[in-house]
Every structure is written in C-alpha cells, then in structure tokens.
C-alpha cells in the first residue's frame, strides 16, 4: 500500500514539476493567435495619445489591437521592418512587424489594417509584434 | 587671380562640408537589449523602438523608450518585468538626457570609429541617477551610428526582486545600444 502512495506521490510530483517548467517556458504568443481586443483608425488613436497619454495608455496599453490607416513609410532596420500610418501632423502610428508577410508589398498610399500590441507613445504610437490583416 | 579663385572653392567647400555634418541626427527604431546572466538561468529582451536624438554640434545626446516595447522569449518573462519589476503602467518610458562629452574630438566629416564618453540622467522606473558611460561614433559616408555597453544596477533603480527568484536575476543587468542615425527634417 505504502508503495501505492510513494508511486502516486512521484508521478503526481513530476506531472506537476513537467506542467510548471512548460508554464514557465511558454513563448510569447503570436499575435494572429490573440484575439483583437478592439478595432480603431490611425488618426482617432494617434490623437487621442497626443491628447492625453496617461488616459489612452490606460484604455490602448497591453491591447492586441487592429489599427485600419494609411501607409506613410516603410522601413527595415537590423531585420526589423516597420510600417508608419499616418496618425497627425506631429507623428503617426509606429508599427514593428513580427515577419514581413506581405509587407515589402507595401507602399506609401496604401490603405491597410494592422494588427498589434500597443506599448505606448513617443513621438508615434508604438505598436509591436504586429501582422499585416487580410 | 588663379590664388583667389582656389581659395573661394576651398572656402567653399570647407563650409559645404561644415554645413552637412552640423545639426540634429534622430532614430526612431533604434536598437536596446540588455542581458542578465546568472547560473540558474539567462534572461535576455530587446527594444527596437527606441527613439534618439544626436545634436552632432553641441554632442547633447537623448534617448527615449517604452518599457512595454521590450520583446522576451518567454511570456512570464515579459509578464513579471512588466507587472512586478518594472511596474510599467506606473512608469511607462526610460530616459536618458545628456551629452556627449568629448564631442569636439568626432570628426562627422571624416570616416572612422570615435571613442566618446556620454554623461547624463538615467531614469529607469521613476528613479534618476547620474551615470557617465564608454561608447563610440561611427561615421561612414556621412551616415552616423553609435554604440555603448554598460551595466546597470537593478538596486539603484528601486527594482524589487522577489526572493524567490533572487538567483534567477543578475544583480547587475548588462546594458547594449545600437543607434543608426538619420539627419533631421527639422
């Protein structure tokens, strides 16, 4: 019977232990596996930072949100490419893609909806980990 | 008359060269990771949106960043920087204002790797402290890049790290900077 016990107690301990370490390992999700917490145009989201950051930050931040804009530039740095959507006179919408799937299609002009992590504002609004909506 | 003439185009072309290389250099996809190593485990994030600008006359030297931009590999990594170290819905940006000290001894019209000292306030989650770092300036066909790499001291900055994890985290954080600048519009 003791036995019993010391065999449950074990595998129930390395379950356990086998569960946390995948917890503990779990990557970032990607972003088209997340759903969108809400849907916006560049301009009302890059003027409602300008307005009042703390309170934007507080409604945007940690969002997965899709941001429907027009294309003001690309551009690839270190591997990275980000896409600008024009937000206002004073910046737009900065957005860092996760891959560049259908991005070096892009050009300035384009209407497109993209979706991302808000993490705040600069002089843009910074979007990361973002994928280009069909 | 030959003499005159010779010297116009020197003079002229010494200001044309004086003209280009003065002003404000910017980024904003500038590149900032940092690596805590200990024997448990290493932790590495990296920032790609880090905006700089870079006045080439004077050397004032400022970086802006969103704490929420750095990218883990691991979800609770990026979780617990957020929410318990960096507390970054209170204290959403790292900044740094200063100046390139030596700025005087870059030649912004000669390629090459300049070794400079940059002096100024860091501020990482709400606390600022003077800190004066190594780094260099590289000029190469009039384009500017610079890099640093330096240590930070989580304590200094009121970062609490829970006991729990004491060993998993670096008590000194190793800092790296990547900028490639673009002359300014304005």
Redesign the interface.
């Known amino acids: 019977m003791k036995k019993y016990i010391l065999i449950a107690v074990l595998v129930i301990g390395a379950v356990g232990a086998y569960i946390g370490k995948t917890m503990y390992d779990k990557p970032v999700a990607s972003t088209s596996d997340v759903k969108t917490d809400l849907e916006i145009d560049a301009a009302t989201l890059f003027t409602e930072f300008e307005q009042n950051e703390q309170s934007a930050g507080d409604k945007y931040n940690d969002k997965n949100i899709a941001v429907k804009g027009t294309v003001q530039g690309v551009t690839t740095e270190g591997g990275k490419t980000t896409v600008i959507l024009k937000g206002g006179d004073m910046g737009g919408v900065s957005c860092e893609m996760q891959d560049n799937t259908g991005v070096d299609k892009l050009k300035e002009g384009d209407a497109v909806t993209i979706k991302g992590f808000c993490t705040g504002y600069l002089t843009d609004v910074v979007l990361v980990r973002c994928v280009l909506q069909p | 008359m030959k003499k005159q003439v010779l010297v116009l185009v020197l003079v002229a072309v010494v200001s044309a060269a004086n003209v280009f290389a003065q002003g404000k250099y910017i980024t904003?996809?500038g590149?900032i990771e940092f690596f805590s190593a200990t024997s448990m485990e290493n932790i590495a994030a990296s920032n790609?949106?880090v905006?700089s600008v870079l006045d080439t006359q004077t050397g004032k030297l400022d970086f802006?960043?969103?704490i929420?931009?750095f990218?883990?590999?691991?979800?609770?990594m990026?979780e617990h920087f957020?929410e318990n170290y960096m507390e970054s819905?209170k204290f959403?940006?790292s900044t740094f204002k200063g100046q390139v000290v030596n700025i005087a001894d870059v030649n912004f019209t000669k390629n090459g790797t300049y070794k400079v000292t940059v002096k100024g306030d860091l501020t990482i989650h709400g606390v600022t402290k003077a800190v004066e770092v190594p780094g260099t300036i590289t000029v190469k066909d009039g384009a500017i890049s610079a890099n640093s790499k330096f240590e930070v001291a989580v304590a200094d900055y009121n970062i609490e790290i829970p006991k729990l994890v004491r060993d998993n985290i670096a008590k000194t954080i190793a800092v790296t900077v990547?900028m490639?600048y673009q002359p300014s519009q304005n």
């Open positions: 904003k996809n590149h790609d949106k905006s802006a960043l969103l929420k931009a990218e883990f590999e691991k979800a609770l990026q957020n819905d959403p940006k990547a490639n």
